[in-house]
């Protein structure tokens, strides 16, 4: 097969994913969410819940991000904040918060990790602490929730066929920088196959928003598997497709933020921490992604390349030239819809930056070759072939830091 007609198969299999999941997700967004999910759920369903935030510093905004909680428009719910320790740079604010909650809000303290990541064993301290909640949600403390996010987030629970209700974050690149471009791209094609897999196989989680019944987490036993993997969403997903459980993407939970990272170093290294956590659960996932993402990569390079040989005397479509303009469009247009899906700043500047956007996915997937450990808040986690952590070393430095 000449290079060519292999650029051209590549560019036409990747076009074929990446438009139709960005206009499922515009869809599911607009009209099927709203219009046939929504209407067949029961709003008068409001069980007490309790809210478990995992917490670590004093990252942007979390002032406002953690004090959201308390206005919830939801007649039934406690707050529990859990940190690792009482050293938590942190923790001044969210005394703070918890002092003019009126007792809904409590502080939980975790304790260091010795098997699994910090994130887990903080959520893991904070169900132990709930109080007579039939359902837990959880959700970051990079995002400020709307007063409707509670109640949105527990609506798709009211339908006994759904195991978990989720949401997902959106990021905005307020200032523009090549880093917060970056960053926002990953973030809008992950929610863009994140929603055509909601919709063609009811899958997918993002453990920054999420809710599920307490019964469920215990009967299932997600306790047993947080406490001994780095990740939690891809944790509880493997035991949803154990018991073929589905979970719901809710287009009334979207947390829009603008906290990118304004670096193309952090955002490479945030990158490659996703795929990192793919990896510990689905390898062949991971794989499948990451030599999509190099076809796409190497689709974006063909272009000078065969620019460059044509200018030499040599061939344009023979040097992939062809396919790889064809792919620079799909490109394009995948911006232009991706715009459409929530809030979007400085999209010319995203199409400057074109060519760097698909490079920079490549790249954080090349990173994680031959690579069985995260840094992650400051801590390396080595995990084994079955995603297990196996060690834990503190005082790492990050990129994403």
Known sequence: MSAALALTLAAAALAAVEVPAALVARLR????YPRLVRPRLNPAWLPRCAIVIPTKGAGKNLAANLGAH????????EVLFAVEDEADAGLPIIREIIA??????????????????QQNYNMLAGVAAARGAEVLAFCDNDVAPGRDWLRSLVLPLSDPAVAVATGYRWLVAAGGSAGEQVHTFMNMTMFAHF????????????GGSFALRRAEFETWRVAAVWGETISDDMGLMAILRERRRRTMLTADVFLVTDDALPTVRAATAWYARQLLNVKSFEPGTWAVAGVATVAGACLVVALPVAILAAGAGG???????????????????LVCLYSQLGPTRNLRRMFLLLPLLRLTQAASFLATIGRRHLDWAGVRYRFNRRGRVVEISRGVSSAES
């Open 29 to 32: 967004q607009r009209w099927i």
């Open 70 to 77: 308390l206005a919830h428009d939801y007649p039934d719910y």
């Open 100 to 117: 003019r909650s009126d007792g809904r809000a409590r502080l939980v303290v975790a304790g260091l990790a010795a098997t699994c990541s």
């Open 195 to 206: 929603s055509l897999v909601a919709q063609l196989a009811g899958a997918g989680l993002w």
């Open 315 to 333: 061939s344009f479509l023979a040097w992939g030239g062809g396919a790889a303009l064809f792919w620079w469009g799909i490109e394009a247009l």
